[in-house]
């Protein structure tokens, strides 16, 4: 058992059962062959203090978390006894997506180093970034239990949550009345948290969270959570829009913007899925079309390995593969373009869009090469030559309200690549 200590996950205790150790490269052994009784839960919980009343308590100056089973009658019959860990070089697979400012929603299973990941966040950008972290530590996983945060968050500051339910009301106290200039939030998981993100990032303050669910796509169908990457509505296609898009009339369309500008799904240890473009991605899922996410595998001489997953969603009977575009290198960058044809609508506006929002969107003179057509509700109308060859040709045709700035803002961070 010594030579796993260092994979050590939890140490589990039931009454009338034998203690458990699990790993996380092997399976659970049999600490003893006595079976735990009454007595050794008492002990347990007696030596570790006070619960709160999510059940949990920690040990002070550590980032273990120790969990109560309770029966009906509110006694002890199980304890969990999970191992907390601050691994250093776990941050590297999303360090270059956090330093800019962007803010980050983190997706996993239990157990699969969320708050790892989360705990480094802080840490980096308090002490390499110089900037204001403000931690909203509910559970004490992130800065472990006791008044003086683990020395693994840095210059990183913390604030203690009272009861799980209150999140929401502590994320917008930190906002108030400490300025911050990134908060750190570990389990979102409410509606009420949900809002409190949004209005958080509509004051300028980047988050970077995790919250329950193992993909965007779990995310978006979870009518709690799915207004942290957009929400969703019913809209009512015209019949002309419905026939191009080859859908049903009514669909779902994304509400409006994310809160968050990156989504990063851990899918094991040290293995990440990137959506850059959340919005983007979010409107693709919606349409049930090809989604683009970077693959990351982290090394252990903490650089990463890169490939793309295109990926259909669930209403189509295509799988995904692999581009065979794998490299290591310390940052990545999609170096393709995205190739637009524009029907109708200044150009000049466009480019200049395009260079102010950094998008990766090329205008085009030749129709037939583009990946995008684009033109104006008003054009499109009309039903032109260009617009009946290019849906012939199946080049996907967006139609916008009008040529104005805004609109065609609008248009560039949808459908830019990066």
Do not use: W
């Not at 945060?149 to 009345?177: C, D, F, T």
């Amino acid at each position: 058992m010594s030579d796993n200590l260092p994979y050590l996950i939890e140490v589990v205790m039931d009454i009338g059962r034998k203690p458990q150790a699990r790993f996380y490269l092997s399976d659970e052994i049999y600490i003893n062959d006595i079976d735990i009784d009454q007595k050794d839960l008492d002990h347990v919980i007696n030596s570790v203090g006070k619960f709160g009343e999510d059940n949990r308590a920690g040990i002070e100056k550590t980032l273990h978390r120790i969990s109560v089973i309770r029966n009906r009658q509110k006694i002890p019959v199980g304890v969990t006894c999970r191992v907390g860990r601050a691994v250093f070089g776990s941050v590297n697979l999303i360090k270059d997506l956090i330093m800019p400012g962007k803010s980050v929603l983190i997706l996993g299973r239990p157990g699969v180093g969320k708050t790892t990941i989360l705990r480094e966040t802080a840490r980096v950008l308090a002490d390499e970034a110089k900037k204001r972290v403000i931690i909203v530590d509910t559970s004490n996983e992130i800065a472990g239990d006791g008044d003086i945060p683990h020395a693994a968050i840095g210059k990183a500051r913390r604030l203690q949550v009272e009861n799980p339910s209150l999140q929401h009301n502590v994320m917008i106290e930190a906002v108030e009345n400490h300025m911050p200039e990134v908060i750190v939030i570990d389990e979102m998981s409410t509606d009420k948290e949900a809002l409190a993100a949004r209005t958080i990032a509509e004051r300028g303050v980047q988050l970077v969270a995790t919250a329950h669910g193992n993909s965007l796509e779990n995310l978006i169908a979870n009518p709690t959570l799915s207004d942290l990457v957009g929400g969703t509505q019913s809209v009512t296609l015209g019949d002309i829009e419905a026939k191009r898009r080859q859908t049903q009339k009514s669909v779902q369309e994304r509400e409006h913007e994310p809160t968050f500008d990156i989504v990063v799904e851990i899918r094991k240890i040290n293995t990440v899925a990137i959506h850059k473009n959340v919005s983007l991605n979010v409107d693709k899922i919606l349409r049930s079309n090809i989604v683009n996410t970077e693959i990351r595998t982290l090394s252990n001489d903490g650089s990463y390995t890169t490939n793309v997953e295109n990926n259909k969603t669930k209403n189509n009977n295509e799988s995904k593969h692999y581009d065979n575009d794998t490299e290591k290198q310390p940052n990545y960058r999609n170096k393709n373009t995205r190739k637009v044809y524009a029907f109708g609508l200044p150009k000049n506006i466009i480019n200049e869009s395009a260079a102010i929002l950094d998008s990766d969107i090329k205008i085009i003179s030749k129709p037939e090469e583009a990946d995008i057509f684009v033109t104006t509700k008003q054009h499109y109308s009309r039903r032109p030559t260009a617009v009946r060859k290019a849906e012939k040709s199946g080049i996907p045709v967006h139609v916008i309200r009008r040529a104005s700035r805004e609109q065609i803002n609008h248009f560039i961070k949808r459908f830019s690549l990066q």
